[in-house]
Structure formats: C-alpha cells, structure tokens
C-alpha cells in the first residue's frame, strides 16, 4: 500500500518490506517527530520522519512524501507541518476525510504525543521525539487499521463518537476480531459468502419483523435477545442502555441493563472496561476469546468473570444517528462452542437494527410526548379562548355553539352566522377567528347595511385618489386590511345586487380593482358573513344572487334567541352586572330574586344587546348594593308582543293571510307611529340601523304622512 517517495534523504526498504529511515544531514533538518504506520494486525510498520522547515505531504500522487495507493485516499490528502511549537495536520479537501483519533479533521488539527491520524484504510500514530521512552517494538495493538481485511472496498467513513481518552488496551485481552461494519449490511458480497450468511438471513428477517411491532425500549431488547439466542450458541446475554452524563457523552457506570438471558444459571456480570473501551473507542463490535479479566469495569473483583468460567465474549454497540446509545454483550462458557467471526457480524447486524428501531422508538415517544403536551395546550386555551369570547349562557343550545364555533374555526371554510339582531354574531365569528390558524392575523369587521351602495364599495375594496369628489388619498379597502386573516360582513343580505357580483369574484379567489384604479389587487381572506335575514326568500325574491348565496353557505351556524334560552338569561345579567360595576366604579354585588324574575319572565326582542343595556342602565341607577326590580327598566315593546302577533289577525280574532313583508311593514308603520314618527327611536325599538330602516321605507314607498 505504502511506497516511498522519490525525495532524497527520506527512507529506502529493507529486506523485511519495512522502509529504514536513513539519516539526514543535520544542517538540513533535524527529526522532531515520526509517523509510525500500523499494520493490518496491530503491529509497527514503516516509520516517517517528520521535520521542521516545510510540510510533509500524504496522497495516492508520488509527487507526495508519504504516499499511499488506496483508491480512499485523494491525490493531495493532507499535510503534517510544525507551526512554531504545535504540529499541525491539515485536510487539503481529501474526499472521505482525515481523522484523528475518529474525529473527522476539517481544516486542521493540532496534534499531541500518540494520536491516531487514519487516512483512507491506512493508519499512523504520531510519536514526538523525546517525549516518550518507548520504541516502536513496544507498540501494541491499540492502533490498527479497520477489521475487515480488503480496505479499499469495504471501507466506510467513521462517525465521530466522543467517549473519553484513548485507553490503553492491553496486548493480552485476547481480542481476535473486530468489525465496525457487519457483513450482512454489504452491498457486494461474493456469491459463497452469500450463501455462508443466509441462515443469518433469515434470521434477522424474523428478527426485523418482531421488532416492528414493539412499543417500548424493553420490548425491543427482550426481541434482539430473543433472536441472538435462536441463532447464536450463547450461555449469558444482555441488553444495556448507556446513561447520558451531564457533558453529554454516554457512560457506562450506570448503564442500565434492558434484557438479559441466562443459559447456565449464573449470575450476569459486566465484562471488564477493556473490552467495554474498545467498543466504545472505535465504535466497533470486539470478540475475545479465552477470556482474563483486567480492570472491572464495576469494581467487581478482578476474577469475577473468571469465576463464570467464560470462555468467549462478543461486545457490540447499539449506533443511532452516529452515536452509540447502548451494548449488547454475549457469553459462552463452553469450549466447544466458541463465539466466532460469523457470530460477531451476526451480532452487530443485530445490534445496528436495534439502533435503527430504537431511534424510531425514541422518535415516537417524543412525538407521543410532544401530542400529549400539546393537547394540554390546546385544551387549555381552547377553555381560556371560551372563557374570553363572551359567548356566556350553559345552555344546551349555547353549549353545542360554542362548540360548533371550535371545530369549525381551524378548518378555514367560509361561514354563515345566521340568528335574530343583537344574539351575539360577531362575538361567534370572533371565536371562530380565534380558533383558526388566521388568529394572530387581523380580524376586520363591517357592516353591509350602515352604508350606501358607492361607500359600501370603496369600504369593501378601497379607491384610488381621485375616484371620486372626496376622494382625496388613496384608500385600502377591507379586504386589504384583513389580508392573511379575517372579514366578517355583518347584515350581507342588504348589500346590493352589483356589490354581490363583485363580493363574489373576490371570494372564488380573483383579484380585484380598487374603485378608480386598474392594477389588480390579490388577497388570502376568510370570509364569515352574517344575516338577520330569511336569505332563501331575498333569493327567491331575486334580492340576493344565488351562486353567492351557496357560496357562503359552505358552513352554516345558527344562533338561538334569548327568548328559547331562558335558563342563560340569569348568567348573562350577573356577567354584565360584575363587568358594568367595574367599569363604572359602582359596588354593586348582583341582583335580587326580584330583578331575576323580572329579567327571565320578559320576551326580549333586542335578545342579548338589549339585556346588557338594560343591566348597564340598571348599575348606572341602581341605589343599593344589589340591582333589583325597580332598577329595571324594561322596553315598551313587550306590551306590543301581543300587537305584533295580531297584525296578521283580524278583529274578530280570525286568521288573515299575510306575508313576512307584509307583517314586517305593518310592524314598521305601528312602531313609527308609535313614536310619532321618530325614526332614531324607531330603528333603536325595532333594533335596527336608522340607515336600513330609511332603506325599508324606500323599498316599501313609504313617507311619513302629512298633517
């Protein structure tokens, strides 16, 4: 693999295949550090003398100082040069990577006195002149190149895996194999060592299926065990998890052991923190054989494994996402069935499935945990975001609002809000903005029938300067202000029939035009409309358009009146009765029996609005610490209840056919007439806007009469 370069002065090969290093002429430089290269088994090769005053090279080109003919290895791999008083390795963008001491060099490195540099399948300690006594016949096995024996094409880079200082592992712990990659995993296997794995094939295939369906860490290592002891011929065997210290690294000291089977009926002890180190180290599976145990790694005495009579041992480590998380460790105690080279790669197939399932395993208990936390959240903003949307009553009906409202909010559908005037609306599209994806994003509300058909356009879509008189500035439109949110339209049944063609261009996701301009406008709204109205008559009546009629009615929810709610009314006047007290600095502390009675024996026309101005003007005179009957006002339309249902009877009490038109208008002119013809105080009675009750005479040509 090794070849020297064609330098002078470098070293030249002896009989053995090693390079001498010859001496240099000590006004050219002087040798303050070598690179010993390690062969395939452990043992010292060829040493480089490194020195001062330019850096040495090491590639597969000649041109390089140390050259190396491993496909791996780039032309122009890296460099060792001293800096002042560090030597440096430096990476000069090799493909596969420097490493050192399994950390992956990206620039440079700084290297100390017997670090491991591996280059491609090839790997050199550095030794600093002076700094140790050892010579390279003392070099032992604690470097060495990867275990499987044909490098250029099995190599694989190494993950970094951080687990403290390189031990010294010593030269009789008797370890025979190592693998860092198992045979099973392979993309190119010869046709005989195909048909050698296949039984282990077909095990890690019932294995892998087993595996599948487990739900917990144990489940896992009680599989994986489970299918070691069915393929392999092992007497003690265990699953640990390493602990996680504060640093961040794993330690085994408290390692926690997951599974464990037993053949022999012996007590399980963990192999020495030789073999443990060397897993752990170069993150790869180890087999010993002939078993002496050296430094315990519990603090169990020394000949503890002795005692088991072991006489093999495999040490595997469970990799996820590059970094070792547990051990599996197998025992024989027999000489007649010793663990081999085929059982170690059947064990670290074993063990990188497991660390494949356990990463999924942790992912899906951390997604469980996050569910679980996250529905905790949205149940309690879900109760807050209820407790805050003034949408009070616990009536069945108000009950199955609410939730409507919650499960309709996230789905981002258009919504139509249907019920009496003054029920509570907007409070419900409030609640559905606030329980969608659009929440922190504006909520814009307008109502269709407070404005004429010109101002209700420019409101709706803007204008540009100079549209028209007035027009002085540029105005953005609702839609605009509402982009990425909410529009709630209150009273859409009194838009016009030319503001509905254009509302619905909008809604079907077309751009549109300012009043006076021609650049295009594109905007992402929700849309929640509401309507007092019978919306299926005005179709019918050809006041509203049909194909935006079902445009809005994706979603329909409807609001009961106060009136078939009654058991809400009492909740309702004790929230206005604490939250008007604190606005207006009043000590008030409820309500009487007497005041209950009065509020929930009345028909409630104006529904909710009219209930809290009604408790608003009964804090405001109330002269005791409670609200009581005397304190409620109430308004006169409750003696025309009985007027309002005989407007369709005759005077001898007989039925007479009319139609809600026909009803609405009688209903109109009583009232006007009841306040001589005050319309302010007509349209607050009827619990409508001046400006639609002015729009109701119109269409009923309607004129106060003369005297």
Not at 635 to 648: C, I, N, P
């Given at each position: 693999?090794?070849?020297?370069?064609?330098?002078?002065?470098?070293?030249?090969?002896?009989?053995?295949?090693?390079?001498?290093?010859?001496?240099?002429?000590?006004?050219?430089?002087?040798?303050?550090?070598?690179?010993?290269?390690?062969?395939?088994?452990?043992?010292?090769?060829?040493?480089?003398?490194?020195?001062?005053?330019?850096?040495?090279?090491?590639?597969?080109?000649?041109?390089?100082?140390?050259?190396?003919?491993?496909?791996?290895?780039?032309?122009?791999?890296?460099?060792?040069?001293?800096?002042?008083?560090?030597?440096?390795?430096?990476?000069?963008?090799?493909?596969?990577?420097?490493?050192?001491?399994?950390?992956?060099?990206?620039?440079?490195?700084?290297?100390?006195?017997?670090?491991?540099?591996?280059?491609?399948?090839?790997?050199?300690?550095?030794?600093?002149?002076?700094?140790?006594?050892?010579?390279?016949?003392?070099?032992?096995?604690?470097?060495?190149?990867?275990?499987?024996?044909?490098?250029?094409?099995?190599?694989?880079?190494?993950?970094?895996?951080?687990?403290?200082?390189?031990?010294?592992?010593?030269?009789?712990?008797?370890?025979?194999?190592?693998?860092?990659?198992?045979?099973?995993?392979?993309?190119?296997?010869?046709?005989?060592?195909?048909?050698?794995?296949?039984?282990?094939?077909?095990?890690?295939?019932?294995?892998?299926?087993?595996?599948?369906?487990?739900?917990?860490?144990?489940?896992?290592?009680?599989?994986?065990?489970?299918?070691?002891?069915?393929?392999?011929?092992?007497?003690?065997?265990?699953?640990?998890?390493?602990?996680?210290?504060?640093?961040?690294?794993?330690?085994?000291?408290?390692?926690?052991?997951?599974?464990?089977?037993?053949?022999?009926?012996?007590?399980?002890?963990?192999?020495?923190?030789?073999?443990?180190?060397?897993?752990?180290?170069?993150?790869?599976?180890?087999?010993?054989?002939?078993?002496?145990?050296?430094?315990?790694?519990?603090?169990?005495?020394?000949?503890?494994?002795?005692?088991?009579?072991?006489?093999?041992?495999?040490?595997?480590?469970?990799?996820?996402?590059?970094?070792?998380?547990?051990?599996?460790?197998?025992?024989?105690?027999?000489?007649?069935?010793?663990?081999?080279?085929?059982?170690?790669?059947?064990?670290?197939?074993?063990?990188?499935?497991?660390?494949?399932?356990?990463?999924?395993?942790?992912?899906?208990?951390?997604?469980?945990?996050?569910?679980?936390?996250?529905?905790?959240?949205?149940?309690?903003?879900?109760?807050?975001?209820?407790?805050?949307?003034?949408?009070?009553?616990?009536?069945?009906?108000?009950?199955?609002?609410?939730?409507?409202?919650?499960?309709?909010?996230?789905?981002?559908?258009?919504?139509?809000?249907?019920?009496?005037?003054?029920?509570?609306?907007?409070?419900?599209?409030?609640?559905?903005?606030?329980?969608?994806?659009?929440?922190?994003?504006?909520?814009?509300?307008?109502?269709?029938?407070?404005?004429?058909?010109?101002?209700?356009?420019?409101?709706?879509?803007?204008?540009?300067?100079?549209?028209?008189?007035?027009?002085?500035?540029?105005?953005?439109?609702?839609?605009?202000?509402?982009?990425?949110?909410?529009?709630?339209?209150?009273?859409?049944?009194?838009?016009?029939?030319?503001?509905?063609?254009?509302?619905?261009?909008?809604l079907e996701g077309h751009p549109f035009e300012r009043v006076g301009g021609s650049s295009p406008v594109n905007v992402n709204v929700r849309v929640i409309a509401a309507t007092n109205r019978h919306l299926e008559d005005a179709v019918n009546a050809g006041q509203f358009r049909q194909d935006l009629y079902f445009r809005l009615h994706v979603v329909q929810v409807s609001i009961d009146p106060l009136r078939d709610r009654r058991g809400d009314i009492p909740i309702l006047a004790k929230h206005f009765v604490s939250r008007f007290s604190d606005s207006s600095g009043r000590a008030i502390q409820g309500m009487t029996p007497a005041a209950i009675e009065v509020l929930t024996s009345y028909h409630w026309p104006g529904n909710v609005r009219e209930l809290q101005n009604t408790i608003e003007r009964a804090v405001i005179l109330c002269q005791g610490d409670r609200v009581d009957a005397c304190d409620i006002q109430l308004s006169s339309l409750e003696s025309g209840r009985t007027a309002t249902r005989g407007y369709a009877?005759?005077?001898?009490?007989?039925?007479?056919?009319?139609?809600?038109?026909?009803?609405?208008?009688?209903?109109?002119?009583?009232?006007?007439?009841?306040?001589?013809?005050?319309?302010?105080?007509?349209?607050?009675?009827?619990?409508?806007?001046?400006?639609?009750?002015?729009?109701?005479?119109?269409?009923?040509?309607?004129?106060?009469?003369?005297?």
């Amino acid at each position: 693999m090794f070849s020297k370069s064609s330098r002078p002065g470098r070293s030249s090969r002896n009989e053995a295949g090693f390079f001498d290093v010859m001496s240099i002429p000590q006004q050219q430089t002087t040798s303050l550090a070598r690179l010993i290269v390690c062969d395939e088994g452990g043992a010292a090769g060829p040493v480089y003398e490194l020195g001062p005053g330019r850096p040495t090279t090491i590639g597969r080109l000649p041109s390089n100082d140390i050259v190396i003919d491993d496909d791996s290895c780039s032309r122009q791999h890296c460099e060792v040069v001293l800096d002042g008083e560090e030597w440096m390795l430096r990476d000069l963008g090799s493909r596969n990577g420097t490493y050192v001491d399994n950390q992956r060099v990206t620039k440079e490195w700084a290297l100390i006195h017997r670090q491991v540099i591996r280059i491609g399948s090839a790997s050199f300690r550095f030794v600093i002149d002076g700094g140790t006594t050892r010579g390279r016949e003392e070099f032992d096995t604690a470097v060495s190149l990867e275990t499987h024996r044909d490098f250029r094409n099995d190599h694989t880079p190494v993950p970094q895996v951080a687990f403290g200082s390189d031990p010294e592992i010593e030269s009789d712990s008797n370890i025979v194999h190592r693998a860092k990659e198992s045979h099973y995993l392979m993309d190119t296997l010869s046709e005989e060592r195909s048909r050698e794995l296949a039984e282990g094939l077909g095990h890690l295939h019932r294995m892998a299926l087993r595996t599948a369906a487990c739900q917990s860490l144990p489940d896992l290592a009680d599989t994986a065990l489970d299918g070691l002891f069915d393929a392999l011929e092992v007497d003690i065997g265990a699953v640990l998890l390493l602990a996680e210290t504060a640093t961040g690294s794993k330690s085994v000291r408290n390692a926690q052991r997951m599974a464990y089977r037993n053949r022999v009926a012996l007590e399980y002890e963990q192999i020495s923190g030789t073999i443990t180190d060397a897993t752990l180290l170069r993150n790869e599976a180890v087999l010993a054989e002939d078993w002496r145990s050296s430094t315990p790694l519990d603090g169990a005495d020394s000949d503890s494994l002795d005692e088991m009579e072991v006489r093999s041992v495999i040490c595997a480590p469970i990799r996820c996402q590059d970094k070792i998380c547990g051990l599996i460790h197998l025992y024989t105690t027999r000489t007649d069935a010793l663990l081999d080279q085929d059982d170690l790669h059947f064990t670290l197939a074993v063990a990188d499935h497991c660390g494949t399932v356990f990463g999924l395993l942790e992912e899906r208990l951390k997604l469980k945990s996050n569910l679980e936390q996250q529905q905790q959240k949205y149940d309690s903003l879900r109760k807050q975001l209820i407790e805050n949307s003034q949408l009070v009553g616990e009536s069945p009906s108000m009950q199955a609002l609410r939730d409507q409202a919650m499960r309709v909010g996230p789905t981002g559908a258009t919504v139509l809000v249907r019920g009496e005037s003054g029920v509570g609306k907007e409070l419900v599209a409030r609640l559905i903005h606030h329980s969608s994806e659009r929440a922190d994003k504006p909520l814009v509300c307008m109502n269709c029938a407070a404005l004429t058909e010109s101002l209700l356009e420019s409101e709706l879509f803007g204008h540009e300067k100079g549209a028209f008189t007035g027009a002085t500035e540029k105005k953005i439109g609702k839609f605009e202000q509402a982009d990425q949110g909410t529009l709630f339209l209150d009273e859409v049944g009194e838009m016009s029939l030319s503001i509905q063609a254009k509302f619905l261009r909008v809604l079907e996701g077309h751009p549109f035009e300012r009043v006076g301009g021609s650049s295009p406008v594109n905007v992402n709204v929700r849309v929640i409309a509401a309507t007092n109205r019978h919306l299926e008559d005005a179709v019918n009546a050809g006041q509203f358009r049909q194909d935006l009629y079902f445009r809005l009615h994706v979603v329909q929810v409807s609001i009961d009146p106060l009136r078939d709610r009654r058991g809400d009314i009492p909740i309702l006047a004790k929230h206005f009765v604490s939250r008007f007290s604190d606005s207006s600095g009043r000590a008030i502390q409820g309500m009487t029996p007497a005041a209950i009675e009065v509020l929930t024996s009345y028909h409630w026309p104006g529904n909710v609005r009219e209930l809290q101005n009604t408790i608003e003007r009964a804090v405001i005179l109330c002269q005791g610490d409670r609200v009581d009957a005397c304190d409620i006002q109430l308004s006169s339309l409750e003696s025309g209840r009985t007027a309002t249902r005989g407007y369709a009877i005759t005077e001898q009490g007989q039925y007479r056919e009319m139609t809600i038109d026909a009803l609405e208008q009688a209903h109109i002119l009583a009232t006007l007439s009841y306040t001589e013809w005050n319309k302010t105080r007509a349209a607050q009675i009827l619990a409508i806007e001046r400006s639609t009750l002015d729009r109701k005479l119109k269409r009923y040509k309607v004129s106060r009469p003369t005297q």
